[in-house]
């Protein structure tokens, strides 16, 4: 391989040390400027500290609805990534009675060719804005969000922590900074390992 894990965790610290992200954090700071929490009403008080204590829901799709999803996205110059996170943003406006709705995404972080077959986490997380006022319809909202993906891409080299330091927002121990909710797709599907004897499977 052209580089080891540790030449990119130097190149990322010489490009924060050398100003390399101050457009990315000027982008950040405008985007995320004035940002409230979203406040999720739960059946529960909200710690003082965050606890990360939670539980997990599963649940299965259709097949027909995977297809629609697919055919929408298709006609509206989506990914279903972005339409399924228009979706959730939906949910979130109505749940939480909020037109200003931010949800956290993580990237792969391998922009750079070098990186692609080298072993080692190389995520960031990027925050996902969209105003949801004006009633726009679903069509409308996957329009708003497809552009605030592209553009959050774009911008998705300065380390999250960077992007924290620059937005500064009001800090709480209760929650995290900037988003409170995180989307993830995984579209890929994890294949199950064998060990000889031992079967392993993700987590």
């Known amino acids: ?12 610290r010489r490009a924060a040390r050398d100003g390399e992200f101050e457009a990315d954090l000027r982008y950040w700071r405008e985007r995320l400027a004035n940002l409230s929490p979203l406040s999720l009403p739960t059946d529960r008080a909200r710690p003082a500290v965050q606890t990360y204590a939670g539980r997990v829901f599963r649940f299965a799709w259709p097949a027909s609805l995977a297809s629609a999803v697919r055919d929408l996205s298709r006609r509206e110059g989506a990914t279903p990534y972005m ?22 995404c993580p990237t ?7 990186t ?3 072993v080692g986490l190389f995520a960031n997380t990027v925050v996902l804005r969209d ?3 004006g009633d726009p319809t679903f069509r409308e909202l996957v329009a708003r969000v497809r552009v605030g993906v592209l553009d959050a891409l774009e911008h998705a080299a300065a380390p999250f922590e960077k992007v924290v330091e620059a937005v500064r927002p009001e800090r709480d121990p209760a929650r995290t900074p900037l988003a409170q909710v995180m989307f993830v797709l995984q579209n890929m599907p994890l294949p199950e390992l064998r060990l000889g004897p031992l079967r ?4």
């Open 83 to 104: 339409t399924l996170l228009a979706g959730f943003k939906v949910l979130l406006h109505r749940y939480a009675d909020a037109d200003d709705v931010a949800v956290a």
């Open 108 to 114: 792969a972080g391998r922009a750079d060719p070098d």
């Open 1 to 12: 391989l052209p580089i080891a894990y540790g030449d990119d965790a130097w190149r990322e």
């Open 131 to 133: 105003d949801l006022s």
């Open 200 to 203: 392993i499977e993700p987590l």
């Open 116 to 118: 692609r077959g080298l």
